[in-house]
């Protein structure tokens, strides 16, 4: 059935205590649950429900349970606990009362996250602009002029190796064929972990030799055991097919193979250099973001899959800048990943190597560029988009977009909490003056 709304009944309740009662109503999360338009995610997620069957989670709980596990950097377990021992959090959430069991099982947000899709969290993504346009914290103008940057959305994998892929390829295998009732003639799980075991030892002691023998011996391990299942299971089923599929793939790619293989439980994560000295590899997915050239706020975040040039992102993070927005956006400002690739009626303005001989004006936009560096940062330290627990290509594109909502989420609670001090030393000066005039 479709989610219920959210309602506070006039009488109150003799063993519960009223949340008013308990908080500050001046707490920057309590004055955004005033200001937050709830009712637009209950008519925008209403058509993912139909009429039958168990009563949806609330609508307002679950958004803002996300907003608060970006914010804060969480997981799901994390904030379905800390939201029992939080009355702002549960104030935000729509409750009348002060609760002390969790609301919902952990679990319940990923199939939610799962169930909204991508559009859905553009909409959350959509509602922190809004509602700071609303709050005159953001004018519309700012979001005509942008800053586009990309980064690298790492994946949460081990580093990949060879010895240690093909063990955990040949492991993968013999369980999977195994529930299906294949009988295997060896499964090798002792001689296998003993290989991987010397590979790595000899690896550290820096016996490259010995080492690539181990290495050689997983490979032929792995080996036996594809062609076993081959001839014991002559009709796999779909996912003993792709896991056979992808262990060809591992036993024949080589050094300096296209499209390689560098996880087996996230096979399209990406390797992408980046010119960093401290990491010259990171494994994931290149994500770009578009952010305003003044007042810094998230605008865009999009992620692509099979590592493409910076240049040819551009065109879809501008399309899904105005989408979100629903602004033209009629400036771009980006670094020297971009030259030539322009965008329809957007201007494009390329930061150059060296200073030349440009106008005052566009000096100034060169220089506030810079300010997207900071927000990356903060995005990968603060708000999970480092090292994404999120599986295959829908969690990198989820992902990234909860994590902008996390930014902007935070922004908007300092910026109640701003409003309010100034306010204060207002009154306070006020009445100083007031008093020994």
């Known amino acids: 059935m479709k989610p219920p709304k959210i309602k506070h009944s006039p009488q109150l309740e003799m063993f519960k205590i009223e949340l008013k009662g308990l908080i500050d109503l001046q707490h920057p999360l309590a004055k955004l649950a005033k200001q937050m338009n709830w009712n637009a995610f209950d008519e925008h997620f209403e058509s993912h429900f139909t009429d039958e069957g168990r009563p949806a989670i609330a609508t307002r709980l679950m958004v803002s349970l996300h907003y608060l596990k970006y914010t804060y950097n969480l997981s799901d377990e994390e904030t379905v606990a800390r939201w029992v021992e939080n009355p702002y959090w549960q104030y935000l959430s729509g409750r009348q009362h002060f609760e002390y069991r969790l609301p919902i099982d952990a679990s319940s947000m990923t199939r939610w996250r799962q169930r909204i899709g991508v559009e859905g969290a553009e909409a959350l993504l959509s509602q922190t602009i809004t509602t700071g346009i609303e709050q005159g914290y953001l004018k519309r103008s700012q979001c005509q002029r942008v800053n586009v940057d990309t980064t690298v959305q790492t994946k949460d994998i081990r580093f990949p190796t060879d010895a240690r892929l093909y063990d955990r390829m040949r492991e993968t295998l013999v369980k999977t064929a195994q529930a299906e009732g294949a009988v295997l003639r060896q499964s090798y799980a002792r001689v296998g972990k003993k290989?991987?075991?010397?590979?790595?030892?000899?690896?550290?002691?820096?016996?490259m030799k010995r080492a690539a023998k181990q290495t050689k011996r997983l490979k032929t391990l792995l080996g036996r055991v594809v062609r076993d299942i081959e001839r014991k299971v002559p009709n796999p089923s779909?996912?003993?097919?792709?896991?056979?599929t992808l262990a060809r793939q591992l036993v024949q790619q080589k050094r300096d193979s296209k499209k390689k293989i560098y996880s087996i439980h996230e096979p399209q994560v990406e390797c992408i250099a980046k010119g960093k000295a401290h990491q010259r590899y990171e494994f994931g997915c290149k994500v770009g973001f578009s952010v305003t050239a003044k007042g810094n706020w998230i605008v865009g975040a999009r992620a692509f899959s099979?590592?493409?040039?910076?240049?040819?992102?551009?065109?879809?993070?501008?399309?899904?800048?105005?989408?979100?927005?629903?602004?033209?956006?009629?400036?771009?400002?980006?670094?020297?990943?971009?030259?030539?690739?322009?965008?329809g009626d957007t201007r494009v303005l390329i930061v150059?190597?060296?200073?030349?001989?440009?106008?005052?004006?566009?000096?100034?936009?060169?220089?506030?560029?810079?300010a997207i560096e900071p927000i990356i940062g903060h995005q990968k330290s603060d708000h999970r988009l480092n090292r994404n627990q999120l599986s295959g290509e829908f969690g990198d594109r989820i992902n990234v977009l909860l994590a902008a909502c996390g930014f902007n989420f935070k922004k908007l609670a300092r910026a109640f909490w701003r409003r309010f001090q100034m306010a204060f030393e207002s009154a306070f000066n006020v009445n100083f003056q007031r008093t020994f005039a």
């Open 195 to 207: 290989a991987l075991q010397r590979q790595q030892n000899y690896a550290h002691a820096k016996q």
């Open 238 to 244: 779909s996912d003993l097919k792709e896991q056979l």
């Open 352 to 370: 150059p190597r060296r200073k030349n001989k440009a106008s005052r004006t566009i000096r100034q936009w060169w220089r506030r560029r810079n």
């Open 306 to 343: 099979g590592n493409p040039y910076d240049g040819h992102t551009l065109k879809d993070s501008l399309e899904q800048t105005q989408k979100i927005t629903g602004i033209v956006i009629q400036q771009a400002v980006c670094d020297q990943g971009y030259r030539g690739h322009g965008v």
